[in-house]
């Protein structure tokens, strides 16, 4: 017994004639005919008696369809209960960030439209990131601009700006703009020497031969800013930190270095499984930094 032959037992059991049943199924009438011989010899019974020129149902017959519009039914809801899974091959993804706050928006929307599928998020160097992207650890990341292996795909999202965030009882909270020149002695808040943006920092203070004074070396931009909005010194930046939430007690001051502006790309693998989830966050992740 099988799905097909139990529809075509009941559009018989409707129709009350085999031609008519086999019109309705685009079928021949002899094959259906052999479905439900096949399905009385499989079961040991006699559904159907001869009634004129028409048939109808035995008593085994109708026990057997109260069966069958009940499987028809389990068949029916488990379909719409399998329809949010469509086209969903996974149950998790994870991505890493290099910065929390260029995926939280996306989390927060992400998780609205797929409540079941685990989205995780790791914050990672930029070429950590990369690294765990390439063994399988990450299926994608949000990295600041930097080389790439050949087997990874890149989008830029948007240029990021390292600014300076001066503590409001600074002499320098007074300045629209900054030259690198003017950090020359300052107690400084930057990032760690392991991250990307730290270099980016160290090679242009380098070039303009600023002598770096730094006091605190975070591992994140929210810890720099924390540290400035305390009044210990001035914290280098990214400003898509500053997006969401204003910050407190700082002026936050540009700089005249163009340099001071590096990309910020959506990668994965060129491998990755593209399926209605990944597509969505994707899509997601693009357009809230189209806005931004």
């Known amino acids: 017994m099988n799905i097909k032959q139990l529809y075509s037992f009941l559009v018989l059991c409707e129709e009350q004639h ?5 019109s309705r199924l685009f079928i021949t009438q002899p094959s259906l005919s052999q479905q439900i011989k096949q399905l009385e010899t499989s ?21 057997l369809k109260q069966h069958a519009l009940k499987i028809m039914d389990d068949l029916k809801s488990a379909e719409n209960d399998l329809r949010p899974w469509r086209n969903q091959q996974r149950d998790s993804i994870a991505i ?7 995926i939280l928006p996306v989390f927060q929307s992400f998780i609205g439209h797929y409540p079941d599928i685990s989205l995780t998020v790791k914050e990672h160097s930029s070429e950590q990131t990369i690294k765990k992207i390439t063994d399988g650890s990450l299926d994608m990341g949000i990295v600041y601009q930097m080389p790439l292996p050949s087997h990874l795909s890149a989008t830029l999202l948007f240029e990021d700006e390292i600014i300076a965030a001066i503590p409001l009882s600074h002499p320098l909270a007074g300045q629209h703009v900054l030259q690198l020149e003017d950090l020359n002695d300052q107690p400084l808040i930057v990032l760690n020497d392991a991250l990307l943006l730290r270099t980016v920092i160290t090679n242009e203070l380098n070039k303009k031969g600023v002598v770096a004074n730094i006091i605190c070396e975070l591992d994140n931009h929210y810890s720099c800013l924390e540290y400035a ?14 997006a969401l939430t204003p910050p407190k007690n ?4 540009s700089f005249t270095v163009p340099a001071f502006f590096h990309g910020v790309m959506l990668v994965h693998g060129k491998d990755l499984l593209l399926d ?17």
């Open 43 to 63: 079961l040991k019974i006699i559904l159907f008696k001869r009634k004129g020129r028409n048939i109808e149902l035995t008593k085994a017959g109708a026990v």
């Open 18 to 22: 085999y031609g008519r049943a086999a």
């Open 96 to 102: 890493g960030v290099s910065g929390s706050h260029l």
């Open 229 to 242: 909005e305390g009044q210990i010194g001035i914290a280098l930046i990214a400003r898509s930190l500053t």
């Open 276 to 292: 209605d989830p990944v597509l969505c966050l994707l899509a997601q992740i693009k357009a809230f930094h189209d806005r931004s």
């Open 250 to 253: 700082v002026r936050l001051v």
